[in-house]
T-cell receptor, first 119, second 110 residues
Framework: DVKVTQSSRYLVKRTGEKVFLECVQDMDHENMFWYRQDPGLGLRLIYFSYDVKMKEKGDIPEGYSVSREKKERFSLILESASTNQTSMYLC??????????????????FGQGTRLTVV | SQQGEEDPQALSIQEGENATMNCSYKTSINNLQWYRQNSGRGLVHLILIRSNEREKHSGRLRVTLDTSKKSSSLLITASRAADTASYFCAFMDSNYQLIWGAGTKLIIKP
């Protein structure tokens, strides 16, 4: 059974803390994505990666960074957590499937989500 | 980036009835995908329909795509309590960016 696993279901962090959200996939997918989901706003792309050590900014990269040292692992880092980063964070992966890196023209597999609360 | 629009925002029907959700977009697309999300969980892929396709089926799910109207619909037939979830459309535009709708919350009443 294919899997995308996020390291935590729930996290509570203090303002100013450095936060690491980890995501691991076992499908040998090239693409990996980090989204945040807020009520009424759908999914918003933070960063994506189409290869090891490659990363591209999404729609809302400010306040975040990412790391992809290995193909199966994509980490999202909140350098200094703020209350407006309280959200549900979703990791996804997909095969390359297109000539353009980061394209998702095959199905995406999502992790179970991490609900982060910054107090 | 531009968001897809879904309607209705919420839908409550009796078990056994059919549920229809709609998604509209404003740009040209490569494909359109539908996902389901159970409360507090990640998203699960349901169907991908390409821009040159008009209809696709998967079990009790039927997706249509009308590129002239820039719209898609997801039909769930003979709904079950387990279909209660939020449903999202996502379309890939000509720049291969994936644009998400805000979702339709579906409640199936037993």
């Amino acid at each position: 059974d294919v899997k995308v696993t996020q390291s935590s279901r729930y996290l509570v962090k203090r303002t100013g803390e450095k936060v690491f959200l980890e995501c691991v996939q076992d499908m040998d997918h090239e693409n990996m994505f980090w989204y945040r989901q807020d009520p009424g706003l759908g999914l918003r792309l933070i960063y994506f990666s189409y290869d090891v050590k490659m990363k591209e900014k999404g729609d809302i990269p400010e306040g975040y960074s990412v790391s992809r040292e290995k193909k199966e692992r994509f980490s999202l880092i909140l350098e200094s957590a703020s209350t407006n980063q309280t959200s549900m964070y979703l990791c996804a992966s997909s095969t390359l499937g297109t000539s353009r890196p980061g394209g998702m023209n095959t199905e995406a597999f999502f992790g179970q989500g991490t609900r982060l609360t910054v107090v | 980036s531009q968001q897809g629009e879904e309607d209705p925002q919420a839908l409550s029907i009796q078990e056994g009835e059919n549920a229809t959700m709609n998604c509209s977009y404003k740009t040209s697309i490569n494909n359109l995908q539908w996902y389901r999300q159970n409360s507090g969980r990640g998203l699960v892929h349901l169907i991908l329909i390409r821009s040159n396709e008009r209809e696709k089926h998967s079990g009790r799910l039927r997706v249509t795509l009308d590129t002239s109207k820039k719209s898609s619909s997801l039909l769930i037939t003979a709904s079950r309590a387990a279909d209660t979830a939020s449903y999202f459309c996502a379309f890939m535009d000509s720049n291969y960016q994936l644009i998400w709708g805000a979702g339709t919350k579906l409640i199936i009443k037993p």
